[in-house]
């Protein structure tokens, strides 16, 4: 029997681990808070796949979303995610000129997403105030969809518990056990597990797992300010929208979520609190007045959250073992929440299979689905996801 330590208890984690469960695998995973205590309790958590480039990364991603349907069927019901239309507008030429160029090649890839009339907002989005667009028109994806991430890591944990895995909270890895180069297990303070595999799900902590193996993951930090409404039942939001300068979404209970790449971009280190900013938390919810009337009401938020994400240096994901350190498996992606079900999948496969490029691996609908996304992949000079771009030019990343 495969025995497996998945540390971390994210989205990314979550799924491994359920994969793991089962496949047969003796699993127990490791998270030094709860369940998506970090960023997966962070995160605004979109269906992003029309943001993704290249093709091919943009394909693993439109089969994660399929899979995220498939794991609710799975799971007695997809109850973390909720399908409404994404609504995108500029308000400038070039704000225009690029959401034009970027769905016209989305068509050509077979996307859905269509052009609209400004005046359709009335009907697309009913709260949105329409002076809020002052484009030419609306590009609106109508099959998009956004993610309860902290219930989705729960439905996964569940699961994966009622298959065998072993769950412990509030435990923090402090070193890794070797028997020659092979990572074998987890140290934590003066407990120790042993292992066939350590799965690194730990997102932004995942360079520090490296390091207690002598790697180094090519990833950056970046903070995000993500903001909640009170309640707002008499309005509710209908879409997804992504304004100029804000992006916003339902939420449980009748709240919005908001985020803002341009605030980030203002977030002095990924370290600090959000109470360090409450300019930025102000500025948040102002521009979310401004698209969104019923957010009017309320003076302030009621509270946000600072998510830092683990960012690999060109945008794709990172999956596999580094030279030197077989036996520790790494999993890190900035676009988590969309891509956990696919990749939650194909990284228990390899595991189960005896690791990336072992006999077995290549069978299968999966074979060599992560080979581009090995964590040793030759740094690349250009950022190769188009949704990190827009990140990399507004913000400066923290080491990783």
């Not at 070797?178 to 140290?187: A, I, P, Y």
């Not at 009401?297 to 580094?322: E, N, T």
């Not at 077995?360 to 074979?367: R, T």
Request: net charge negative; glycine share 12%; charged share 20%.
């Amino acid at each position: 029997m495969t025995r497996a330590i998945v540390l971390g208890a994210g989205v990314l984690g979550a799924s491994v681990a359920h994969r793991l469960a089962a496949a047969g695998a003796d699993v127990t995973v490791i998270e030094s808070g709860g369940p998506a205590a970090g960023t997966s309790g962070a995160t605004f958590s979109v269906d992003v796949t029309h943001l993704k480039t290249p093709h091919s990364y943009y394909e693993l991603n439109r089969r994660s979303s399929a899979e995220h349907l498939a794991l609710g069927e799975e799971l007695d019901g997809p109850a973390w995610r909720h399908a409404m239309p994404l609504v995108q507008w500029g308000n400038t030429h070039a704000e225009q000129h690029t959401l034009r160029e970027r769905a016209e090649r989305l068509r050509s890839w077979g996307h859905p997403c269509r052009f609209a009339d400004p005046r359709d907002l009335r009907e697309l989005a009913p709260g949105a105030d329409p002076a809020a667009c002052t484009g030419d028109e609306l590009v609106v994806h109508d099959h998009a969809s956004w993610y309860d991430a902290p219930r989705l890591v729960r439905n996964l944990l569940d699961r994966a518990a009622l298959q065998g895995a072993v769950i412990h909270y509030g435990v923090h890895a402090t070193g890794l056990l070797r028997s020659g180069d092979r990572v074998t297990g987890v140290v934590a303070g003066a407990r120790s597990w042993t292992a066939d595999w350590v799965v690194n799900c730990t997102g932004p902590y995942a360079g520090r797992i490296a390091e207690l193996a002598g790697g180094s993951l090519p990833m950056a930090l970046f903070p995000g300010l993500v903001g909640e409404s009170t309640p707002v039942p008499d309005a509710p939001l209908g879409a997804i929208l992504a304004a100029p300068g804000v992006d916003l979404r339902p939420a449980p209970d009748d709240r919005v979520l908001s985020i803002s790449w341009e605030i980030d971009a203002l977030l002095p280190d990924a370290s600090e609190a959000a109470a360090d900013r409450p300019d930025l938390e102000l500025e948040l919810h102002r521009r979310g007045q401004a698209v969104l009337t019923a957010l009017r009401a309320a003076p302030r938020l009621a509270g946000v959250r600072i998510g830092v994400r683990p960012v690999p240096f060109d945008g794709l994901p990172l999956a596999g073992a580094l030279p030197g350190a077989p036996g520790l498996y790494h999993l890190v992606s900035h676009s988590a929440v969309n891509l956990a079900p696919v990749l939650g999948r194909l990284a228990a496969e390899e595991i189960m299979a005896g690791g990336p490029g072992a006999a077995g691996v290549g069978v299968g609908a999966g074979a060599g689905a992560l080979e581009a996304y090995r964590p040793d992949r030759p740094t690349v000079a250009e950022v190769q996801d188009e949704s990190l771009k827009t990140m990399s030019n507004q913000s400066a990343p923290a080491a990783g």
